[in-house]
């Protein structure tokens, strides 16, 4: 078997990549593996240490025709983590945002369909949805994205959901909330705030902080990905849902607690544009396949603050801290 893993440079999808190639995944045991990443920003080669040397590297763009057209082919699955990420960015300049996660969408399954692949699977976003103020979203609930990062998820999975029922491309997408633990970018919450605590900075506090995530450790969404990918319907979402919903209250006294400060470390800033108040999702569907997450917050945010000060080489290295 051959998987092409696009945008595999970054946090999650370099923790897939890794989990792949040490063998978390029985099914695909001795899968020959192509990465494919622009190496903006966010992508690293570091993040890949762990497995250099199991896999091709393609150093490229998910937007550019000519070079899917030479990777693609011969590949039998490919996974879509290719993708710009971060609201706050979306919001200073949605360009990049539109560019990658729409019109790369649409150029990676148009070079998957001249080529034959037998299976897509297209990795999304909770942020799709909106806000919920009660209960959880399952995957008929329809999309009503409020930032220009969401929209822009939102634009490629209603692409997923054309070029499945108008050409066939046997595609499935997952959708999953917050994510956390090694190797992520440090402009997200949990990494921004323990990279600058470990460092005696001080960190931001959006508006009221009552603000509600829902949290999964990446290595947990790795595995709901793999089962949607092994067993998954095509045309079909699938939720991946977390293990702990938090207030962003809650989330920065554990994170205190956890580096060993007190609150006088907070800022209180204004709130984010459009900022949603809470996401949540139910994951009955992925459930029915076999998937289960394994990993509890409490143990997951300790096993991740330590890692980020056992590695502080790493994120000093990005030039964000």
Same mark, same amino acid.
């Given at each position: 078997?051959?998987?092409?893993?696009?945008?595999?440079?970054?946090? !999650?999808?370099?923790?897939?990549?890794?989990?792949?190639?040490?063998?978390?995944?029985?099914?695909?045991?001795?899968?020959?593996?192509?990465?494919? #990443?622009?190496?903006?920003?966010?992508?690293?080669?570091?993040?890949?240490?762990?497995?250099?040397?199991?896999?091709?590297?393609?150093?490229?763009?998910?937007? #550019?025709? +000519?070079?899917?057209?030479?990777?693609?082919?011969? &590949?039998?699955?490919?996974?879509?983590?290719?993708?710009?990420?971060?609201?706050?960015?979306? !919001?200073?300049?949605?360009? @990049?945002?539109?560019?990658?996660?729409?019109?790369?969408? /649409?150029?990676?399954? @148009?070079? %998957?369909? *001249?080529?034959?692949?037998?299976?897509? $699977?297209?990795?999304?976003?909770?942020?799709?949805?909106?806000? !919920?103020?009660?209960?959880?979203?399952?995957?008929?609930?329809?999309?009503?994205?409020?930032?220009?990062?969401?929209?822009?998820?939102?634009?490629?999975?209603?692409?997923? *959901?054309?070029?499945?029922?108008?050409?066939?491309?046997?595609?499935?997408?997952?959708?999953?909330?917050?994510?956390?633990?090694?190797?992520?970018?440090?402009?997200?919450?949990?990494?921004?705030?323990?990279?600058?605590?470990?460092?005696?900075?001080?960190?931001?506090?959006?508006?009221?902080?009552?603000? $509600?995530?829902?949290?999964? &450790?990446?290595?947990?969404? %790795?595995?709901? !990905? /793999?089962?949607?990918?092994?067993?998954?319907?095509?045309?079909?979402?699938?939720?991946?849902?977390?293990? %702990?919903?938090?207030?962003?209250?809650?989330?920065?006294?554990?994170?205190?607690? +956890? %580096?060993?400060?007190?609150? #006088?470390?907070?800022?209180? $800033?204004?709130?984010?544009?459009? &900022? #949603?108040? *809470?996401?949540?999702?139910?994951?009955?569907?992925?459930?029915?396949?076999?998937?289960?997450?394994?990993?509890?917050?409490?143990?997951?945010?300790?096993?991740?603050?330590?890692?980020?000060?056992?590695? +502080?080489?790493?994120? /000093?290295?990005?030039?964000?801290?």
């Amino acid at each position: 078997m051959r998987v092409l893993v696009t945008g595999a440079a970054g946090f !999650i999808g370099s923790a897939y990549v890794r989990e792949l190639l040490t063998g978390a995944y029985p099914a695909w045991k001795g899968a020959e593996v192509t990465v494919l #990443d622009l190496l903006t920003y966010a992508g690293n080669r570091a993040n890949l240490a762990a497995v250099d040397g199991q896999f091709t590297f393609v150093h490229g763009d998910i937007g #550019d025709p +000519a070079l899917l057209n030479r990777v693609v082919p011969g &590949h039998d699955v490919v996974i879509n983590f290719a993708a710009e990420s971060h609201v706050d960015r979306s !919001i200073a300049g949605a360009a @990049d945002f539109v560019r990658t996660n729409v019109l790369g969408v /649409q150029r990676l399954f @148009d070079a %998957c369909l *001249r080529a034959g692949v037998g299976r897509v $699977v297209h990795v999304s976003t909770d942020e799709v949805y909106g806000s !919920i103020g009660s209960g959880s979203w399952d995957e008929t609930a329809p999309l009503a994205p409020n930032s220009p990062y969401a929209a822009s998820k939102a634009g490629g999975d209603l692409l997923a *959901r054309a070029y499945h029922v108008t050409h066939g491309l046997p595609v499935v997408i997952t959708r999953c909330g917050n994510n956390y633990g090694p190797y992520q970018y440090p402009e997200k919450v949990i990494p921004l705030f323990v990279t600058r605590l470990l460092t005696g900075g001080t960190v931001p506090l959006y508006g009221d902080g009552g603000n $509600v995530r829902d949290w999964i &450790h990446v290595t947990d969404h %790795c595995r709901g !990905i /793999q089962v949607a990918a092994e067993r998954g319907a095509v045309g079909e979402v699938y939720h991946i849902a977390g293990t %702990c919903e938090l207030t962003n209250l809650e989330l920065t006294d554990r994170l205190l607690a +956890a %580096c060993g400060v007190g609150w #006088d470390k907070v800022e209180r $800033v204004p709130d984010r544009l459009g &900022h #949603d108040r *809470r996401y949540s999702l139910t994951d009955a569907r992925l459930r029915a396949l076999g998937y289960a997450p394994r990993i509890s917050f409490e143990e997951g945010l300790a096993d991740t603050v330590r890692w980020y000060a056992e590695h +502080a080489a790493w994120w /000093q290295e990005t030039g964000r801290c």
